[in-house]
Each structure stands twice: as structure tokens, then as C-alpha cells.
T-cell receptor, first 113, second 116 residues
Framework: AQTVTQSQPEMSVQEAETVTLSCTYD???????LFWYKQPPSRQMILVIR??????QNATENRFSVNFQKAAKSFSLKISDSQLGDAAMYFC??????????FGKGTRLHILP | DTAVSQTPKYLVTQMGNDKSIKCEQN?????MYWYKQDSKKFLKIMFS???????INETVPNRFSPKSPDKAHLNLHINSLELGDSAVYFC???????????????FGAGSRLTVL
């Protein structure tokens, strides 16, 4: 069975600085999708970024980018120029070929003004 | 508004009661899910339906029964509620398959269930 591990339960970063959230996963599949979701205090789950495993190029969305290392089964999220509104729980997620999406336990990100 | 909508957003009830949470999506997605988020924020998949057919059924007590009358609706009925059922329940939907934009979950706002 696939698993997703986020080893940092909490992190803090100074406003305007850069922070990287770690995620590793375990799978025997070669074709899958990876995601980062954000959950602010409002509770709403919001997609941050998405990566297809067959693509070697790392996905980027404005200030958010990933470092996808398929052989190492690593999928870290980099947030540049951190803003107060980035404070949230961040979840790494894996989608397998059966459309089952498994989430990591989350990393709570604090932004320090 | 195109969205995944869940009702009710908050539900407080006594142990032993039966309750339902409704979910509707108007995004034209073919797959719908129920997730449970516990007090430690851990999100665990419970069920998934594709075009009204149950495709994922995790180890969930049989007190939980999903029902999908059509591919736009997935309701969750819970019998004989227990204290441990207190959680936030999220409905989500997506397209299956490999099309661009597929495989991304769109979530509802969540339904916080408190069992006293």
C-alpha cells in the first residue's frame, strides 16, 4: 500500500523568506500524481500545486514550486517570498491509478511578521 | 457558483442518534469521495464513488453508509453515533482518467460533527 510521510509537523518562516516543506512517499507504481493542498484556519482545502509523475519538469505556480525527485520518491514544496496569508496546514497527497488519494499527516506552517 | 457543497456545516448530536450529511457537486465530475479529518488533522479516505458505483471502501464501521443517487450527489448516513465519530467530514469530487485537470480533488467546506 502507498504511504505519504511528512516529517515536519510544524515549521516557521519569517515573512518574505523562503521555506521548504518535505514530503516522501512509498509506492511500486510508475504512473501517479502528487499534490500539495493547503488548509487555512477557514478549514477549506485548497489545491496549491500538482505534479504528474511522468513529467520530469518540476511544477511551479507563482511563488510555489516543487522539487520532484522520482527515484528518491521525494516531493518537496518551496514557498518563496512567504506572506502572512500562507499560514496554514499543508498536506502532501498521492493519487494512485485506482483514483485513491492518500494524504500525509500535514505540516503546520507559521509565518512570522 | 460551481462548487462542492455540503450540508450541514455543523452538526451536534447525542450518542446513539442517526444523522446524515449531504453532498452535491455541479462541476460535472464523475468521482466523489468522503474523507474524515480527526482532531489531529489527519485526513483519511472513507469512500469513493465513480458514476454512482462504489469503488473505494476503506475499513470503516458499517454504521457508515454512503449513498449516491446520481453522480452529482454523495450522501453519508451514520447510524448509532459514537463519541469517536466526532470529526470534520469532507466531501470531494474529481474527474477520473488522464485528461488535463483530471485527478485534482475539489473539496467541500467540510461538516463538523460533534457527538456528545
Amino acid at each position: 500500500a502507498q504511504t505519504v510521510t511528512q516529517s515536519q509537523p510544524e515549521m516557521s518562516v519569517q515573512e518574505a523568506e523562503t521555506v521548504t516543506l518535505s514530503c516522501t512517499y512509498d509506492t511500486s507504481e510508475s504512473d501517479y500524481y502528487l499534490f500539495w493542498y493547503k488548509q487555512p484556519p477557514s478549514r477549506q482545502m485548497i489545491l496549491v500545486i500538482r505534479q504528474e509523475a511522468y513529467k520530469q519538469q518540476n511544477a511551479t505556480e507563482n511563488r510555489f514550486s516543487v522539487n520532484f525527485q522520482k527515484a528518491a520518491k521525494s516531493f518537496s514544496l518551496k514557498i518563496s517570498d512567504s506572506q502572512l496569508g500562507d499560514a496554514a496546514m499543508y498536506f502532501c497527497a498521492y493519487r494512485n491509478r485506482d483514483d485513491k488519494i492518500i494524504f500525509g499527516k500535514g505540516t503546520r506552517l507559521h509565518i512570522l511578521p | 457558483d460551481t462548487a462542492v457543497s455540503q450540508t450541514p456545516k455543523y452538526l451536534v448530536t447525542q450518542m446513539g442518534n442517526d444523522k446524515s450529511i449531504k453532498c452535491e457537486q455541479n462541476l460535472g465530475h464523475d468521482t466523489m469521495y468522503w474523507y474524515k479529518q480527526d482532531s489531529k488533522k489527519f485526513l483519511k479516505i472513507m469512500f469513493s464513488y465513480n458514476n454512482k458505483e462504489l469503488i473505494i471502501n476503506e475499513t470503516v464501521p458499517n454504521r457508515f453508509s454512503p449513498k449516491s443517487p446520481d453522480k452529482a450527489h454523495l450522501n453519508l448516513h451514520i447510524n448509532s453515533l459514537e463519541l469517536g465519530d466526532s470529526a470534520v467530514y469532507f466531501c470531494a469530487s474529481s474527474f477520473s482518467g488522464g485528461a488535463v485537470g483530471a485527478n485534482v480533488l475539489t473539496f467541500g467546506a467540510g461538516s463538523r460533527l460533534t457527538v456528545l
